[in-house]
């Protein structure tokens, strides 16, 4: 039988991409450290070379912006212009689309 290990990674990714982007630093390191978590059990259970190989590319992307975040909140974690984000660093993973109500919403917000 077959086991998904890839997907819960990507979810926890997500999950830890919004706190990242809502600029909750604290709770977004330690929700990166667990999609860390989740795509090293990934790999470890991945046959196919080119999958494991892009795992490894997102593993390491997370852990890179799990570092930069550990940094900031070492250093007090105030001020904008040394916040994690300020060289607009992104890590790639996409959250939800938005449907048409959030659009209209976006587009109503925007007047």
Same mark, same amino acid.
């Given at each position: 039988?077959?086991?998904?290990?890839?997907?819960? &990674? %990507? @979810?926890?990714?997500? *999950? #830890?991409?919004?706190?990242?982007?809502?600029?909750?630093?604290?709770?977004?390191? /330690?929700?990166?450290?667990? &999609? %860390? @978590?989740?795509?090293? *059990? #990934?790999?470890?259970?991945?046959?196919?070379?080119?999958?494991?190989?892009?795992? /490894?590319g997102k593993a390491d992307e997370l852990l890179?912006?799990?570092?930069?975040?550990?940094?900031?909140?070492?250093?007090?974690?105030?001020?904008?212009?040394?916040?994690?984000?300020?060289n607009n660093q992104s890590t790639g993973m996409?959250?939800?689309?938005?449907?048409?109500?959030?659009?209209?919403?976006?587009?109503?917000?925007?007047?």
């Open positions: 039988s077959y086991v998904d290990f890839t997907t819960p &990674a %990507i @979810e926890q990714a997500k *999950v #830890a991409t919004q706190f990242d982007d809502q600029k909750d630093y604290e709770r977004a390191h /330690k929700e990166y450290v667990k &999609a %860390i @978590e989740r795509f090293m *059990v #990934a790999i470890k259970h991945e046959r196919v070379a080119q999958k494991k190989a892009m795992l /490894k890179s912006r799990a570092e930069k975040i550990k940094e900031f909140l070492d250093n007090g974690g105030d001020g904008d212009e040394n916040s994690p984000r300020s996409k959250t939800k689309p938005k449907d048409k109500q959030d659009k209209k919403q976006d587009e109503d917000d925007k007047e």
